[in-house]
């Protein structure tokens, strides 16, 4: 598969995930639609042999097609179970299912292995962490009060002196799982 252009397409949403989930942990849903277009992009893409199924068979697209949505409902069923008893977001859930769909069959592995590995690392540096996400919120709070038309939200932790929020910012480690996944040679 030609994964270059969902490589490019990826990096403003992705970002956008990263920082709203470091300062809010909140992944919004219109993300979750935008990366869902882009899925039903790339399989139109085709048509034009263009994508990152350019050059394939039809029958190669199929089973990489199969095995996304596989994946993705694999994702669903085992994250909402883990969303149920309090272990993950929502929006994580939403946001491995739609990559699986995005990333494709062959990447679908790789993806999620770099993600746990992230998801680990992302553990082990979450003191550091923590301390960008309360500068961050306090730079952010300088940034509503000088532009206050553009009504950006204060996270709580700009009017703490530590930050407020529990839990891990999965979207940062899901995020960093999707662009490796991408750009790693193990499947291409």
């Not at 470091?22 to 034009?48: A, G, P, T, W």
Request: overall charge neutral; some cysteine; aromatic content about 14%.
């Amino acid at each position: 598969m030609h994964d270059q252009w969902i490589l490019y397409m990826l990096v403003l949403p992705l970002l956008y995930v990263s920082i709203s989930d470091l300062f809010y942990r909140k992944i919004y849903n219109h993300l979750i639609y935008l990366l869902l277009v882009m899925v039903l992009v790339n399989v139109f893409l085709f048509y034009l042999d263009m994508g990152s199924y350019a050059g394939l068979t039809v029958r190669q697209i199929q089973s990489q097609f199969e095995l996304s949505v596989l994946g993705a409902v694999a994702v669903l069923i085992i994250g909402f179970a883990l969303f149920a008893i309090g272990q993950m977001g929502a929006g994580d859930v939403k946001l491995m299912a739609v990559l699986c769909l995005l990333l494709g069959g062959e990447n679908l592995v790789t993806f999620l292995l770099l993600t746990a590995l992230a998801g680990g690392v992302l553990v082990f540096f979450m003191p550091f962490v923590r301390v960008i996400e309360f500068r961050g919120a306090k730079w952010i709070l300088n940034i509503s009060a000088w532009f206050p038309f553009l009504k950006i939200p204060v996270p709580d932790a700009a009017y703490t002196n530590s930050p407020t929020t529990t839990g891990l910012p999965y979207g940062i480690a899901i995020s960093i799982g999707a662009v490796l996944s991408l750009l790693t040679p193990l499947t291409h």
